[in-house]
């Protein structure tokens, strides 16, 4: 299912500084960033709750998501000379108690990379989300509004 119209991803202005630092930080060691997901229009948020209606991976859009806020991304880590993804303990979106922040039984690059991209992003700022090992929202998220902005 195709949900955005383009492949751009928005964060407010705090979250994207914060990110930013964060990629400097990596860079340091090779590493950098490959963004899934971040601003989501309300709309969407609507779109995929409907078929998988399990708050630990959409937002039920009664309450609407972090992301409709502007204040969560997804993302993984890259090697910066090849570009290539680093083993993680799942592909992205997997929605198998694997892909939690808690879940040890895996292959040890998996664990370590995940630990490295955890707490990069905790030193700059983003919380890690429990059932998610890419998803991670920026302090004070609660701030922001609810928005339902066309992404074109």
Do not use: C
Not at 9 to 23: K, N, Q, S
Not at 109 to 121: G, K, P, W, Y
């Amino acid at each position: 299912m195709k949900l955005y119209p383009v492949s751009k991803v928005f964060l407010r202005r705090p979250a994207a500084i914060a990110l930013h630092e964060v990629e400097r930080e990596l860079a340091r060691d090779g590493l950098g960033l490959k963004i899934f997901d971040g601003y989501r229009p309300y709309r969407v948020t609507v779109r995929m709750w409907k078929p998988i209606r399990n708050p630990d991976f959409v937002a039920d859009p009664a309450k609407g998501s972090r992301h409709n806020r502007g204040a969560a991304v997804d993302l993984t880590l890259i090697d910066l000379r090849t570009g290539r993804e680093l083993p993680m303990p799942t592909g992205y979106d997997d929605f198998t108690p694997r892909a939690r922040q808690d879940f040890n039984d895996l292959p040890h690059d998996a664990l370590v990379n995940r630990a490295r991209l955890r707490e990069a992003m905790k030193g700059h700022g983003f919380d890690p989300l429990p059932s998610e090992w890419w998803h991670f929202d920026f302090h004070g998220w609660e701030k922001f509004e609810l928005l339902d902005l066309p992404l074109e």
